[in-house]
């Protein structure tokens, strides 16, 4: 799987590398600037862009912006999104297109190696990572919803970890429940929310990510 | 070369007295019934008032009044090089007539407009005029000594005995002469000092027009205020700054230092308590990131400085727990202190309004006019917010401040509470 990655900062450039290669990822370029990954996209033709939301020369958004824009050239694109701090209002910009293949995680995660890669394989394959706290800022706005509050709290958990994109597989080694279980909440959650039942893991979670993204 | 220059000097000089008089000609016979206009259509507009016609009229007079006095002080920079600073208070623009009649009549800059109409309709004229005058009245002492003295008391004008040019009657060839002396003495004055004559004028201006000495003071201790308040701000937040890196991820950063130290030790004799002393480091490591990053929120918010004030606003509203609904009408981005002052205190706002207000909606407006800008934060809670109850919203006031930016809350009780925040400042 080749990667493209956008990173200013040296340390975290050379880390990211690493840890890419370690887990058999090939490197088809790792940059340091918004025009660098404009290039690199446009000519190398990635599986998979993993882009710090602030880089050189502006210093402003400009990975964010630089990866909106390939994905509207090519849709789909799959792309994962880094940063020191997560916004709502960046997730919503990334999940517009409503088409998927896409990440937006704090850099802090990539502590856990094997969860940020399981996050880049993911994304790569179509799929959503979003990151907890995401979610969380999600949920915490809709204090006082209604359906959300009919959720039991083992169906609430599921929720959270469905629209961080995770399979049911994934939820059910996470809960340490049986998939069939996880099934089994999954429609009911949906029931309860209103929404319309889908097997397909990656449909399902934009659905969830779109109600809680819901205006009141 | 030393004729040259003396020439070139005399030339400009000439020219100089040229511009001054066809300027001052100008001005005078502009201005005058300009001036005689705006201030009887005042006069005749603040009469009206009792009756109700003045509060429409009124602000429109007198915004036509200082647009005049305005035009003046450009011309006193642009011809005479004086600058007369102009002190109006802004006037709401979208407040009723009745408020927007009497913020203008309470500003003493509006009275002294009044007052300097007919010093401009009268002294203000001759100044102008003046050097006009003395360039033009040596012509016709000339002409008079070229033969104008024949038609002058000759003919019809016999009847009116001799013809007089300033102090010299003319009715001979050697009297016409002498008209033509007195007018090569005039044409020297007006030589030497139709320029400074003409300054004279800007000068009167400018004595009558510009801001009072109490004013100037008034605004020197509003700007000693403000600076101090926000000296003393800036001092408590880097105490708070401090204090939070210290106990916080100074401390953690520690604790993972010593973590891994201990890790080292025992990897070898030890390597499940090892593992675990590894997870715990990974843990503060975490801790450490989450706490700068609410630091550096409080700091400079992140999306402030990437999307501006708009978005940042925008995802202040994304994390309020009361539905918000944001318009943002900004064409650039403002200074970056302007617009870190105006996002916390939207921020403070907003806070006071979710805490306090018990409202379930909240409308915030952002927009940029007349070198302003302009936000309001609507809520429809219970209202009775005000400043100076320790309602935060003294704190917003005085950050405000420090940018010469004001604040306004009405909030009756039941509400709506409505923050309206004004910041003077350009977009780029």
């Known amino acids: 799987m080749r990667v493209v990655l956008a990173e200013d900062l040296f340390l975290l450039r050379d880390g990211l590398v690493r840890l890419l290669e370690a887990y058999d990822f090939e490197m088809a370029a790792a940059v340091e600037s918004g025009p660098e990954l404009e290039q690199a996209l446009a000519e190398l033709k990635p599986d998979i862009a993993v882009v710090d939301v602030r880089l050189p020369p502006t210093h402003t958004d400009e990975g964010l912006q630089c990866a909106l824009r390939a994905r509207r050239e090519r849709p789909?694109?799959?792309?994962?999104?880094?940063?020191?701090?997560?916004?709502?209002?960046?997730?919503?910009?990334?999940?517009?297109?409503?088409?998927?293949?896409?990440?937006?995680?704090?850099?802090d995660r990539v502590f856990d190696a094997e969860q940020f890669v399981d996050a880049v394989r993911r994304v790569a394959a179509g799929g959503t990572a979003m990151d907890p706290q995401v979610i969380q800022q999600l949920l915490a706005r809709r204090g006082d919803d209604r359906p959300l509050a009919r959720l039991t709290p083992r169906e609430l958990e599921v929720l959270e970890l469905m629209?961080?994109?995770?399979?049911?597989?994934?939820?059910?080694?996470?809960?340490?429940?049986?998939?069939r279980a996880v099934a089994k909440h999954t429609a009911n959650i949906f029931t309860k929310l209103g929404l319309e039942v889908s097997d397909d893991d990656n449909r399902r979670v934009l659905a969830v990510l779109a109600y809680l993204d819901r205006d009141r | 070369m030393n004729t040259n220059t003396q020439n070139d000097s005399g030339g400009s000089k000439a020219r100089g007295m040229l511009r001054a008089a066809g300027r001052g000609f100008v001005l005078a016979v502009v201005s005058l019934p300009l001036a005689v206009l705006?201030?009887?259509?005042?006069?005749?507009?603040?009469?009206?008032?009792?009756?109700?016609?003045?509060?429409?009229?009124?602000?429109?007079?007198?915004?036509?009044?200082?647009?005049?006095?305005?035009?003046?002080?450009?011309?006193?920079?642009?011809?005479?090089g004086v600058r007369i600073p102009a002190a109006y208070r802004p006037t709401p623009e979208d407040a009723n007539p009745w408020t927007r009649t009497f913020t203008m009549l309470r500003d003493p800059a509006t009275w002294?407009?009044?007052?300097?109409?007919?010093?401009?309709?009268?002294?203000?004229?001759?100044?102008?005029?003046?050097?006009?005058?003395?360039?033009?009245?040596?012509?016709?002492?000339?002409?008079?000594?070229a033969g104008l003295w024949r038609t002058m008391t000759g003919g019809p004008y016999v009847e009116y005995g001799p013809y007089w040019y300033g102090f010299v009657p003319v009715s001979d060839q050697t009297s016409a002469f002498g008209a033509a002396a007195l007018a090569a003495v005039v044409l020297i004055v007006a030589h030497r000092y139709a320029v400074?004559?003409?300054?004279?004028?800007?000068?009167?201006?400018?004595?009558?027009?510009?801001?009072?000495?109490?004013?100037?003071?008034?605004?020197?201790?509003?700007?000693?205020?403000?600076?101090?308040?926000?000296?003393?701000?800036?001092?408590?937040?880097?105490r708070r700054i401090e204090r939070d890196l210290h106990d916080g991820a100074q401390a953690r950063l520690v604790a993972v230092g010593m973590d891994l130290g201990t890790v080292e030790m025992l990897v070898d004799k030890d390597p499940e308590k090892a593992k675990q002393l590894l997870a715990h480091a990974r843990r503060s490591s975490a801790d450490a990131l989450a706490?700068?990053?609410?630091?550096?929120?409080?700091?400079?918010?992140?999306?402030?400085?990437?999307?501006?004030?708009?978005?940042?606003?925008?995802?202040?509203?994304?994390?309020?727990?009361?539905?918000?609904?944001?318009?943002?009408?900004?064409?650039?981005?403002?200074?970056a202190p302007v617009e870190s002052a105006a996002y916390f205190a939207v921020s403070e706002v907003l806070t006071n309004a979710v805490k306090h207000s018990g409202a379930d909606r909240i409308w915030i407006d952002l927009h940029h006019a007349d070198g302003h800008l302009r936000i309001s934060v609507t809520d429809n809670g219970k209202g009775g917010a005000a400043v100076g109850t320790g309602s935060g919203l003294t704190?917003?006031?005085?950050?405000?401040?420090?940018?010469?930016?004001?604040?306004?809350?009405?909030?009756?009780?039941?509400?709506p509470t409505m923050v309206t925040m004004e910041i003077p400042c350009v977009l780029s």
């Open chain 2, 112 to 145: 002294r407009d009044l007052r300097w109409l007919p010093v401009d309709m009268t002294a203000g004229f001759l100044t102008a005029l003046l050097p006009a005058v003395l360039v033009l009245y040596p012509l016709e002492g000339f002409a008079l000594a």
């Open chain 1, 163 to 179: 629209a961080q994109g995770r399979s049911n597989a994934a939820i059910a080694s996470r809960l340490v429940v049986t998939e």
């Open chain 2, 38 to 80: 705006c201030f009887t259509l005042t006069l005749v507009s603040i009469a009206l008032i009792p009756i109700g016609v003045g509060l429409v009229t009124t602000p429109w007079v007198l915004t036509g009044v200082r647009t005049f006095a305005n035009r003046r002080r450009v011309l006193a920079a642009e011809w005479g």
């Open chain 2, 196 to 238: 400074t004559l003409f300054h004279v004028h800007f000068r009167l201006t400018r004595a009558v027009l510009s801001p009072s000495e109490s004013e100037l003071a008034e605004r020197v201790r509003v700007l000693t205020e403000t600076r101090r308040d926000a000296v003393d701000t800036s001092a408590a937040e880097l």
């Open chain 1, 76 to 107: 789909g694109l799959p792309v994962l999104v880094l940063s020191q701090h997560v916004e709502q209002l960046y997730a919503r910009e990334l999940l517009a297109d409503g088409t998927g293949g896409v990440g937006y995680l704090l850099k």
């Open chain 2, 291 to 335: 706490e700068l990053r609410d630091l550096v929120r409080g700091i400079h918010p992140p999306v402030l400085a990437e999307r501006g004030l708009g978005d940042a606003v925008r995802a202040l509203a994304l994390r309020l727990p009361t539905p918000t609904e944001v318009t943002v009408e900004l064409a650039g981005r403002a200074d």
């Open chain 2, 395 to 415: 704190g917003v006031e005085r950050r405000l401040g420090t940018f010469d930016g004001v604040l306004a809350v009405s909030s009756p009780a039941g509400g």
